[in-house]
């Protein structure tokens, strides 16, 4: 590899290093990973809240390792928990999400209702990459096949995630997804709706760790690039190529 390739390379891979916290930079999400209630565990709306956040449906917060504990979580309709390791389904329900801490757990066929919050500061034109975890469970006690998704809109724009199959005391895994918005106002709702079926074998729609930020400029990507190929490698790495 020549002098000149191996300096593109590298400064290539630095693009992505340098240019990821520019993007994290303003944060238009309060309590995205819905770490802070009033009351832990519980249904939102009825015996906790998640502060940021407002319900109106069967929706439920998980604290660490409590989503398969059978007694530990109520709400209106009573104890709620999910098929799990600790109820009796090796299905490899983890204890949080891949972003950590609590969860939310919602029910898209009983009482179904939106999460949602006001995120305000947006730049109009401006394209927003929002960011989230998510995956699908079923309500412990119920039995057969269930599907699990969300409906997620910004504003006026409704994007959806696919519909994800899940077994009998099931447990889908979880996933990472990203959806591009162009706000039209300064000041947009973003919601959470969840969507499956079957009526009567509760499927639960998981969700954490949503973020919103500001999609880079492809203009300020290229000129950071052209910027780290004026960054001379040290004759230490030159004297690593084979």
Known sequence: MSDRSFRISFAASLVLIVAAPAIANTL????GSFE?????NGQLGYNTNATGWTTTGYNFIFAPGTADVVGDTTGSAGSLALWGPNDGSNNGLPGTSPDGGNFVAADPVYNQGPI????NGLTIGQTYVLGFYWGGAQQYSFTGPTTEGWDVTLGSVTQDTVALSNVNH??????YQTFNYVATSASETLSFMAVGTPNGLPPFALLDGVSLQAAPEPGTLALIGLGLLAIPIGSRLRGRRH
């Open 36 to 40: 802070t209630t009033t009351n832990g």
């Open 170 to 175: 099931g447990f889908t895994g979880w996933y």
């Open 116 to 119: 949602y919050q006001t995120i």
């Open 28 to 31: 238009y999400v309060t309590n």
